[in-house]
């Protein structure tokens, strides 16, 4: 719309300044700078416009909808790798960004940015997976009752976050997608550990 507007304000542009022009070889003329003016508003606009936010997006590491889009894609490295180091949690995270989509179309918030936001929201697992429940095989035991040491099981529980932050900064990940994985879990107790 933006580039149409500008090509059509270029056209009366052209138009007034060739106004008192009543000349066949001058109104063929003009003919072509109408017609560039409106190309150039149709397409140099808009073109200029992505290239411009492209460069944005990158220099200042913004979420927009390209960015998330694109983050989106199982193909990603830190997908890919936490679909192959903590399976459980990759399923898990995909059912949460379902749910959590569905749950900010219903009340109007951005679907686009929490879902995206939620495939990466636990990928600080992956550097401890047997430990959380969603990655632990039905025929081993609980770690953490191996471990037999609570402190040092919700530190690993808590640790995560720290870790997947760490983990999001160096696959340079927009910071307010950061600020899911910082804030996902609050600061409330791990009660299971702090009642054993």
Partial sequence: MAGTLVGLVNAVVVVIFNFNTASVANGLE??????????????????????????LTQLFNLPTAL?????SQPNKPLLQRLLREAP????HSLQVANLS??????????????????LYHDIGKMLNPIYFTENQPPHLSNP??????????????IDHVIEGDEMARQYRLP??????????HGTTQVYVFYQR
């Avoid at 960015?67 to 983050?71: A, C, E, Q, R, T």
């Avoid at 953490?144 to 529980?157: E, G, W």
């Fill in 30 to 55: 003009v003919t072509g700078y109408l017609f560039a003016s409106l190309l150039s508003g149709a397409l140099l606009v808009p073109a200029t416009t992505i290239a411009a936010m492209y460069a």
């Fill in 67 to 71: 960015k998330l889009l694109d983050l």
């Fill in 88 to 91: 459980g949690t990759y399923q």
């Fill in 101 to 118: 989509q569905q749950a900010c179309e219903a009340i109007g918030a951005d679907a686009q940015l929490v879902s995206v936001a939620a």
């Fill in 144 to 157: 953490h009752d191996t471990l037999n040491d609570p402190q040092r099981s919700a530190s690993i529980i």
């Fill in 175 to 184: 910071n307010r997608l950061r600020d899911f994985i910082r804030e996902h």
